[in-house]
């Protein structure tokens, strides 16, 4: 009569096994984005947007990854045929040393020609101008969102407010509406 054996035989694990893996930052991964200028929208009206890179340094990109970034203030300028972003705030990376770069230095905008010569030409009609909207990571390297941008007067601040509670209010009318016959 055959043994039975009453163990069970595992196998080990193969020397490459993969370990489970950590989970990503979402700034890094380009699932969020790494800063957004808020003010951009209030302050003026977005006419056109367009994707341009960021010439930048390594501690201030580990500075954006951390979440150090401020679009705030910036601006864009187009001058002598290349684009730069000014008065952008990034932070000084945690664990940087002396070499640590100037937190609001002028940077180089990473643009084509062709796209170059279109910004110029349309931020040299009266009251248009280049706003940065929002910076984020595509494919690990860091990208800012440039709008053409119109100054808001006070009036028009005040009616897109008005716009966005009436579209607020319609909301919460249909939501109620929707709860009140049980959906």
């Known amino acids: 009569m055959a043994r ?6 595992v ?33 003026y009206f977005l006419l056109e947007k367009f ?11 580990k500075s ?8 705030r203030d910036s601006y ?34 990473l643009l084509h020609k062709d796209e170059v010569r279109k910004l110029l030409t349309k931020t040299q009609i009266k009251g248009h101008t280049l706003i940065p909207t929002r910076l984020y990571f ?3 390297r860091v990208k800012c969102e440039l709008a053409v941008a ?10 897109t407010e008005k716009s966005r509670e009436a579209d607020r209010e319609a909301r919460a009318a249909v939501n109620a509406s929707k709860h009140r016959m049980g959906r």
């Open 150 to 159: 119109k100054g808001k007067q006070d009036w028009d601040k005040r009616e």
């Open 4 to 9: 039975q054996t009453s163990h069970v035989i």
């Open 64 to 71: 954006i990854r951390e979440g150090q970034a401020n679009l």
């Open 76 to 109: 864009g300028l187009i001058q002598n045929g290349e684009a730069f972003l000014l008065n952008a705030h990034i932070g000084p990376y945690s664990h940087g040393n002396i070499a640590n770069h100037d937190e609001t230095r002028t940077r180089k905008l």
């Open 51 to 61: 994707e341009a890179g960021v010439a930048l340094r390594g501690t201030e990109v």
């Open 11 to 43: 196998q080990k694990d193969a020397p490459g096994a993969a370990k489970p893996a950590k989970p990503r930052d979402p700034v890094a991964s380009g699932e969020r984005d790494a800063a957004y200028n808020r003010m951009a929208s209030h302050n």
């Open 138 to 140: 595509r494919n690990g």
